[in-house]
């Protein structure tokens, strides 16, 4: 493995930095406030042709990889994880099985305006009762001649009311369980596609999550996604590669809250000396560091297998779950850098902190995430 980044990933995440630190950072902590996603900033990832990073041209895309791509979300994290998982939904969730299972008419239809940025992308696989249990999902598609009949309720779907093109999941037969599942695309503006409740929440708040409702919607048959019953199928492998965005989200917090932490120390005078030359606040740092760098290793490791078509399902879960807890502990350290500041919204350390838990529970909580790498170590 060459851990070394290409001078095209280097200028990437040059180019990502200077967007996030100039256009993303100094909206954060009021977009966090107000709840407030901003389409604006999706619409400037799309400028910089973030919003297609890893699809062929002739798709929109900009024809680069996995690694740039984690490169990208990492660094909007560092200052954003609310816009971090924007584009990591966007691509990885609702793009990357367009690409995958997708016809050549619908890569040139729905994959061209997500990568182009012209559309922006959600998945919609849980439901109220079928949350790590996917398979028990209620939501059904019903073949009535050229088209499906949708009826049902997803909840969670982040992007959800923003986004233009949904990748929705639904049982065409209810006795097959996970083979009876199957995927669609569709469309905002559908009729009988409805949005419900917008979930008010503890982190990512810029970011929304919102409920859909899908009442004798009516999908033609061409928005089908792979086969009927292949939907469950699609929908696993498709978290194999996002729950990697998600560790690059969770990173990228990481990295925001060491490095807001150690400039903190840096400066903070107490006892005649700044904190940092205590022992008890360098060694946090250090562990804190070290933490990071090793989240940082399994991520780019588990990107560059994607990037090498090499198996990456394990090296993905496991990326997943040890930079979601070690942004969790990261982050917790750093409001303690800073204590009472810390605690306050005058820094941004309790933002960084409270969006760091999401990123323990979504695209499979951490405790499915050792499921999923106990399954493949003993199967
Ligand atoms: N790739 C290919 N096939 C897979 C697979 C994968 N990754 N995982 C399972 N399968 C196959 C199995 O091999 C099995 O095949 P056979 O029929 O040939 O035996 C079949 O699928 C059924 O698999 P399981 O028996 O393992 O299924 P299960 O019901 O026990 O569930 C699970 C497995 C891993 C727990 C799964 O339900 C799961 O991932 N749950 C978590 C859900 C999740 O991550 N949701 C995220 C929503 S998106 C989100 O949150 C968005 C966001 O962050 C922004
Ligand atoms: P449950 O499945 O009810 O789990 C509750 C607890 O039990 C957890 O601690 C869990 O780890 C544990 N548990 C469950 N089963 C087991 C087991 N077998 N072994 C050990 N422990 C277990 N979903 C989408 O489809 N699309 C999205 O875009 C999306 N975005 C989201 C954004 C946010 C902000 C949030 C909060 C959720 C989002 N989700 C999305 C849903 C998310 O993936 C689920 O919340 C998650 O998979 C857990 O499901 P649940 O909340 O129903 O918890």
Known sequence: ??????????????????????????SAAERDENERFDRGIFDQMAELGLTGIPWPEEYGGIGSNYMSYVIAVEELSRVCASTGVTLSAHVSLASWPIYQYGTEEQKHTFLKRLATGESLGAYALSEPSAGSDVVSMLTTAKDDGDSYVLNGNKVWITNGGVADIYIVFAKTDADQRHKGITAFIVEKGTEGFSFGKKEKKLGIRSSPTTELIFE???IPKENRLGQEGEGFKIAMTT?????NG??????GIAQGALDAATAYAKERVQFGKPIAENQGISFKLADMATEVEAARLLTYQAAWLESEGLPYGKASAMSKLFAGDAAMRITV???QVFGGYGYTKDYPVERYMRDAKITQIYEGTNEIQRLVIGRMLTK
């Open 1 to 26: 493995m060459n851990f070394e980044l290409t001078d095209e990933q280097e200028m990437l995440r040059k180019m990502v930095r200077e967007f996030a630190e100039n256009e993303v950072a100094p």
């Open 239 to 243: 978290l194999d590669g996002g729950r």
């Open 216 to 218: 004798n919607c009516r």
């Open 246 to 251: 998600i560790a690059a989200q969770a990173l």
């Open 333 to 335: 350290e750093a409001v």
